[in-house]
Each structure stands twice: as structure tokens, then as C-alpha cells.
């Protein structure tokens, strides 16, 4: 077997700021595994989350030191390479245990969600992103995907650095002009709000009120991710018994292990394949919740086609949608899920289902 890696920019139309910052464009890798004629692909990057950061020169270093000891491997069975993997960070183990899931659908002729026994046609829509910005710069970005798509459920960044006041003021105009949305065209849109761990635990409790009065469906991580479990555990547990509305962890999730010591503390976990290390943990975590009454999200960073492919994978089991970054790029190589409406679906084709834009360099 034959480890490749590239790399690829992704420049993004509208740049998106968080409570962290703001991001306009990355460099991602493609991660290719060839044997037997087939070629699996994956992507990863880096990435920050407030308590812990890699970088894109990092994973490539992780993946180019392990790939002479992994010419000696076949990409199946799978399992041998469990202790190959494990030694990893998650995002250079998520893009080699995509490119590994891509090559043994392909080899198998199908997409993976077929192979796991789901169903595509119980996938309901996705969110779009609102970043943080001025109010009139956020709804004009609203008004935006709107001209793309139905776009029936938003996704409000808060958690601005310039204090509550500025996310009560985005949070009045957006909700605003979802009740004016509805007047013209009698379809109502869901408002969902993630303060990207922008907040302390005393404005988290503060702004409780002011969310469920603007209808907000879910609130995704208030309060900024602990790198001490227990210490995170205990904010999640200190704010749910007061929330009027379900809490989502994200930065805060990132493996099965964080996801049953959250369990008792919110409604739903966001999982995202880099934290994940790929889909072999995601697919377990996505189990494990939904047996556990666990609502799930699906989300995405700066994440291509590719990467945003793989995970639709997993759609079939996930109450909110969150995969809209590859709609919001100028130069994605890749064409990825299926794009109905605003309903995101796993491509039908082997593997990942992803393949290469006409031309691109992939």
C-alpha cells in the first residue's frame, strides 16, 4: 500500500468569524492510500478550539513519519491497522481512517452508508452559519443564503468579544428577520445559537432568557471547553438545570469517552470527524448517543467536499445537520453530498461517494 499526501487550499466566499476569530481561507491535505488499483482519499487540517490546537504543518509531519512503516500493510482487514491509528492526533488519524473507509467502500462497490445498513431518506436539512459581525453585515449575509438556498435553519455565532450587548443586538435583528422571512413566504425558519464557548458560566445564565424569548431552538457550547474533564463537566452541569432550551456540546466532545460524561448534562453532542479522528469513532459515538435518548449534531470547520462527503455518511442519524462549509468555498477540487433543497444527503457513489470537480487538480 502506497501513503500520499497533498495539500489543497480552500478559500471561502464569505469569511466567518467566531468568538475565537475570524477564518477566510486554509490550507487542508489530502490523504490518498492506493493498493490494488483503487485509490481511498481523505482530508484533514488543522484546527483550534480554544483548549487545544494543530496545525496543518503538524499532521502532514505525523503522517509523513508513520507512512514507511505503513508500505508494509494492506488496507484490509481493518482492524490491523487500529494500533497504527491510535497513535495519532485525531485530525491526522481522521484523514487516514477516511482515506482507509473510502478505499473498502470503493473495493466493496458502496457508499458507506449502505454498508452500515442506513437510510438516506430520513436526512432533514442542514443549517447555514451567521458569523459574528455588524448586524447589518449578518442579515445581509442571511439574505444571502437565502438566494442559494431554502435555507430553513440558521445557525447564529454569539459569543462576540465585544460583549453581550453586541450578541442581544444580533440576536434581535436575525430574529427579526426570520419573522419577516416568514411573512413574505409563510415558510418558518429554525434559529439555532452557538457561542463557540464565548461565554462564562454568569453570562451563559444571563443570556437564557433573552434566547428562548427569541424562540432559539438550541443553545451549542456557552461555556469555553476545560481541558480538565472534570472542571468542563461541571459548567455543563452547573448551567442545564436552568436552560429553557437543549444544550449541545461540540468543543467540549470529542471522543465516546466525553460523550458519556456529558450524557447526563445536555441534549445533544456535535461530532465532528477531526475531533472524532475520523469515522470509526464517529460511527460508534453516533450509536452510542442515539441508545443514550442523545440528540446529534453534525458539524464542520473549514471543511471541504471531501471531508464534509465522509461525514454526510453518518446523516441518516443526525437531528441537526450542520455540513454547510463546502457550500461557502470558491476553489473546493471536490464534488461531495447531494444537495436537495437545503437537505444534505450521502452521495450514492462507492466509498466516501466524493469525487474530483472537472479539472481540478485532485
Known sequence: ????????????????????????????LLVSVEHDGLVGRGETGGFETGHRAFSTDAIAAE???VAPRLCGLAPEPRQAWDPWLAQLSPPARCGLDLALHDWWGQRLGLPLHRLWGLDPGVCVATSVTLGLGEPGAVVARLERWWS????TRIKLKLGSPEGVGHDLALLAVVADALARQHQRTGRGCELQVDANGGWDLDT???????????????LEQPLAPQLDPEADTA???????????????????WDLADLWRLAPHVEGVNIKLMKSGGLTEALLMAQTARRLGLALMLGCYSDGALLNGAAAQLLPLVCWPDLD???NLLDDPFEGPELRGDVLRPAARPGLGVVGRPGAPC
Open 63 to 65: 503522517l509523513e513519519s
Open 148 to 151: 442559494e438556498l431554502p435555507a
Open 204 to 218: 451563559a445564565k444571563a443570556m437564557l432568557e433573552p434566547l428562548a424569548q427569541a424562540g432559539v431552538v438550541l
Open 325 to 327: 462549509s463546502h457550500l
Open 1 to 28: 500500500m502506497r501513503l500520499r499526501l497533498r495539500r489543497f487550499p480552500l478559500t471561502k466566499a464569505v469569511p466567518l468569524a467566531i468568538s475565537r476569530g475570524s477564518t477566510s481561507a486554509v490550507e487542508h
Open 235 to 253: 459548567g455543563f452541569a452547573a448551567l442545564a438545570p436552568l436552560a429553557p432550551l437543549p444544550l449541545v456540546a461540540d468543543e467540549s466532545c
